[in-house]
């Protein structure tokens, strides 16, 4: 009886308020939660808003798995996009470590992570394809990719793929600079594949000095190993090298270490010519006094199956000498692909990609350029120099005090890098005593050729940035910052004021921040030049090394099999097997 009292009483409730009955419904099954709710179907209150927004989300493509792509993937949040992502690898590569797999220190495996891991837990549609994109089509938002699988697989297959906004984080190949042989018969050192190659082929050259047939020429052409550039990666796999070669090498191939002869070449005046002087200088001596022999001047202008030819610069007599292993660094080119496509969108004459501080590329819609690939073209103060005064100059007067400017100061100074960096090299405190001093002792009142003058020599400052790693990092991240805030900034821009058009930017333009760089010098010990021009030189710039690239690898996997890696190599030693 009491139960049929209840549903008689849970009918008439439901007949006197059935709006009310219904949402009471629906918000049990949605386990508490608001969905969209109408009286006018049963059943329309069950539509989500995210079932209803899926065809409104644009699809990004993302070509290339490299710092500044994975940077991208890691920090986007937001879920209004349908990502795709297109490269050649299925992974993320920690490319500061590859000197250290060439000689066993760290095992390849320990330096990757899948992008599939990367992404898998992100709030966004993701999709990832193993292809490699051969053309990009600008007018018709497509990209044309062929697979890269195996050759023992069926064939190779092609397809295209459509995009709203595509972003290029391909990152640049090794510039040969058309030198004869370089392609055929040196090595690189970009990839996990490269530094598992020149490996493969160091362990090869102290097997054949080790066997009794080979002459005593052979013995000392297949141990002379050459190392072509004086950057950062040049200078850390001669010092990695080294370290193998005495630390290993020498217990376990003691015939072959009299014949041992590492040669660096640098076209230049010094090597690490990006690093402060003291540096540069420590490693020169260190190198000579490990036996490394370091040739400054030296230009490579041909390299055999056997020998390496180079000119001298001051005498211009061209040397051969036979090698064992060469080692091709001597920085980047823009990529087929990526040349292909700024042809296509008039940027011919270039020599990178460029874009403008935003990352957009110049000349071309919804294209954004990140990392290796591109270079930003940074705006001159004087092409605007009009526009500025006339947003200063509300009162259309013709000339200002120093006050007029206090809005507008700011904005200057974001939009356009290059004055803080002319005020700190002239030790000038602010924007107004730049102007103070092109006003002259009398303090008469700023009119456009007065500031002009002031500003006339910023532009000096510009710089493109350097084809780091850290650079393509912070990239990344800004620009998925970006697209998490893109709805918002819509509505309420944030950048700086647009001082040929009214309003603002959307966002805030892309700033580089520079938080160092090492020159890791073997023997456990490393240059490394902070910002505030702080240098230190020895072990505990190693334990820093040590523990900076700890942090900055891409998952716990990884910083677990590297910490492990640097742990069997204080242990056992490092690992000579050729596998």
């Known amino acids: 009886m009491r139960g049929s009292a209840f549903f008689q009483r849970a009918f008439r409730t439901f007949q006197e308020h059935p709006t009310f009955f219904k949402l009471l419904i629906v918000s049990t099954v949605s386990g508490g939660g608001l969905l969209t709710f109408s009286d006018a179907s049963p059943f329309q209150g069950l539509i989500t808003d995210s079932s209803q927004n899926e065809g409104k989300k644009k699809k990004v493509v993302v070509l290339g798995t490299g710092w500044a792509g994975t940077s991208f993937l890691k920090n986007l949040k937001s879920s209004s996009y349908d990502v795709q992502v297109v490269s050649p690898n299925n992974f993320f590569t920690f490319t500061p470590l590859l000197p250290s797999v060439t000689n066993g220190t760290v095992e390849a495996r320990s330096i990757v992570e899948p992008i599939r891991n990367i992404v898998k837990k992100k709030p966004y549609n993701v999709e990832f394809k193993e292809a490699e994109c051969y053309k990009i089509d600008p007018v018709n938002k497509k990209v044309y990719c062929r697979s890269n699988q195996s050759s023992t697989l069926d064939g190779i297959e092609e397809f295209t793929v459509d995009y709203d906004v595509l972003i290029l984080a391909m990152g640049a190949r090794v510039n040969t600079f058309n030198t004869p042989g370089v392609e055929e018969h040196a090595h690189f050192l970009k990839e996990v594949g490269d530094a598992l190659r020149l490996r493969k082929s160091i362990i090869d050259c102290y097997e054949r000095a080790s066997l009794p047939s080979v002459s005593e020429e052979e013995k000392k052409r297949v141990m002379h190993f050459v190392v072509v550039g004086g950057g950062p990666t040049g200078v850390e796999y001669a010092a990695e090298l080294h370290d193998l070669a005495f630390d290993d090498m020498a217990k376990l191939y003691p015939s072959a270490k009299d014949y041992l002869k590492i040669t660096l070449l640098e076209a230049g005046d010094h090597i690490l010519n990006m690093f402060d002087k003291r540096i540069t200088t420590f490693a020169t001596e260190k190198f000579q006094r490990d036996g490394i022999d370091v040739k400054t001047g030296s230009m490579v202008v041909k390299v055999s199956d056997k020998d390496i030819s180079t000119k001298e610069r001051k005498t211009g007599e061209i040397v051969s000498v036979p090698y064992g292993v060469v080692l091709w660094s001597t920085g980047i080119a823009t990529r087929p692909v990526v040349r292909d496509f700024m042809n296509h969108i008039d940027q011919v004459k270039r020599r ?228």
């Open 352 to 579: 990178v990609l460029a874009t403008d501080e935003w990352l957009r590329v110049e000349g071309c819609e919804d294209v954004y350029a990140l990392g290796d690939c591109a270079t930003i073209n940074q705006r001159k103060v004087m092409e605007d120099i009009a526009a500025i005064f006339r947003k200063a100059d509300k009162t259309n007067t013709g000339t200002l005090d120093l006050k007029d400017f206090k809005e507008v100061v700011g904005h200057i100074c974001e939009r356009y890098p290059q004055v803080e960096l002319y005020l700190q090299k002239n030790k000038l405190k602010s924007f107004d005593a730049l102007l103070k001093n092109a006003q002259g002792d009398d303090k008469k009142q700023i009119d456009i050729e007065i500031f002009k003058k002031a500003l006339s020599e910023v532009d000096s400052q510009m710089k493109s940035l350097p084809p780091t790693a850290q650079v393509a990092a912070q990239q990344g991240e800004y620009l998925a910052k970006c697209f998490n805030r893109k709805e918002l900034c819509e509505k309420n821009p944030e950048g700086p004021l647009r001082f040929r058009a009214s309003g603002r930017h959307q966002f805030h333009p892309f700033r580089y921040r520079h938080f160092g760089q090492f020159a890791p010098l073997g023997g456990e010990q490393t240059a490394a030049q902070l910002p505030g021009d702080w240098v230190s030189i020895g072990h505990s710039a190693q334990w820093l090394w040590y523990s900076v690239y700890a942090s900055k690898l891409v998952s716990w996997r990884t910083r677990m099999l590297v910490i492990s890696d640097w742990s069997r190599k204080f242990i056992f030693g490092r690992d000579s097997s050729k596998i």
